[in-house]
């Protein structure tokens, strides 16, 4: 019974703190684009620094999550610049069985493709340096068969160029993180258990 509450808050939490950084991200587009005025943007985003970090000290106090028991799902390359969130999805994904590579850039991507194979990419769209799409291109390129997932806040599927390279989902943040792990989960499915 406690695993299934502690379960259950613990979803609430992953929930609340992508709303928040979601939130943070339509914030700084509107600021972007003229809509939000500076003092505005920065009284939203302390108020949302303050819930996110308080949100991860529950989380904290809380350890780990348990792992999966089953057999390990494919390796998953994580290509997040936002800290909080990257590590918000190697958590959540690690609990949920995959095997985590979390960097935070294309150059670390490109990097960690030429060494390991991955059977998926999670990629953020806007990075620093250069953007996701280098390292979607680079994933299908070392293996047409890896499943590549983007995720942006800027830009939707309507607004992908004839030239960016064919991916299997696109995610539009504030990402909901049951879909997109219902998303993961039907590109690579579970391995069947004996």
């Known amino acids: ?24 991200e339509v ?6 684009a003229g809509t939000l ?15 996110t970090r308080d949100a991860i000290v529950q989380l904290e106090r809380m350890g780990p999550l348990p792992r999966a028991t089953e057999a390990p799902l494919p390796a998953v390359l994580v290509v ?11 958590e959540l994904l690690g609990a949920e069985g995959w095997q985590v590579h979390l960097v ?17 990419v999670l990629t953020d769209l806007v990075l620093p340096e250069e953007d996701g799409w280098v ?3 680079a994933a299908r390129h070392r293996d047409p068969r890896c499943r590549i997932v983007v995720m942006s806040g800027a830009m939707g599927p309507e607004d992908v160029d004839a030239e960016a390279p064919a991916v299997d989902a696109f995610l539009t943040k504030p990402i909901d993180l049951d879909r ?15």
């Open 135 to 137: 390292v979607a291109r």
């Open 37 to 51: 005025d500076a003092a505005q943007l920065r009284k939203g985003l302390v108020s949302i620094r303050e819930m």
């Open 80 to 90: 997040e610049d936002d800290r909080v969130f990257g590590a918000l999805l190697e």
């Open 180 to 194: 997109l792990l219902a998303v993961l989960a039907a590109l690579s499915p579970r391995p069947a258990r004996g």
């Open 1 to 24: 019974m406690r695993d299934q509450v502690e379960g259950g808050i613990v979803h609430e939490l992953r929930n609340a703190l992508a709303a928040l950084l979601g939130r943070a």
């Open 27 to 32: 914030m700084l587009a509107r600021l972007d």
């Open 104 to 120: 935070a850039d294309a150059p670390s991507a490109l990097e960690a493709l030429a060494q390991q194979s991955f059977q998926v």
